[in-house]
């Protein structure tokens, strides 16, 4: 997909999601420069879903939390458990979405399938989520943080700025507060 076709389509999610096309484009911009094929293996990402349960996965014990195999649980939505596995803890396309996140969202295929539009989709979706639970209290910059992070967290140290305030900044330089 080329820069301008990268570019049409994330304005179509965009407004299909009631976002500023501004933060969509530099989400993008931050997350993936612009390579939809971006992938990033984060194997401390500590939230999965259960796909057989439709809900979030379990508290995995310790010796989970450090092991490269999944669960005896942990079923898989396509492919091998293995691939469900580290699938759900990497970030995914264009707007990085977290297989975890896309799975919540529905999402079922093969996570590969995520670099492109449908990652587009997916990441557009957990936006207009944290929009959703968070802009009503801290606006563009508070839902941005939430992207990055999972949920609006201060510095301890710093009530006025985020653990991941670089992070917003960053979507800041790149246009999305305009």
């Known amino acids: ?37 971006s992938w990033n293996p984060e194997p401390r990402y500590h939230y999965l879903w259960n796909i057989k349960k439709n809900e979030p996965f379990r508290h995995l014990t310790h010796d989970e939390d450090f092991s490269e195999k999944p669960p005896w649980d942990f079923f898989s939505a396509a492919g091998d458990r293995d691939a469900e596995w580290w699938g759900q803890q990497a970030s995914w396309g264009p707007m990085q979405v977290m297989g975890a996140v896309a799975r919540e969202y529905g999402f079922r295929e093969h996570f590969p399938n995520l670099c492109g539009v449908l990652g587009l989709h997916y990441g557009a979706i957990h936006l207009s989520m944290l929009r959703d639970r968070f802009f009503s209290r801290y606006g563009w910059e508070g839902v941005a943080a939430a992207y990055n992070a999972g949920s609006v967290r201060w510095d301890d140290s710093q009530e006025t700025r985020y653990v991941n305030h670089a992070y917003v900044d960053k979507i800041a330089r790149a246009g999305g507060f305009a």
């Open 1 to 37: 997909m080329d820069t301008d076709a990268l570019k049409q389509a994330a304005s179509q999610v965009a407004r299909e999601n009631r976002l500023p096309v501004a933060l969509v484009l530099a989400v993008i911009e931050v997350e993936s420069g612009g390579d939809v094929f």
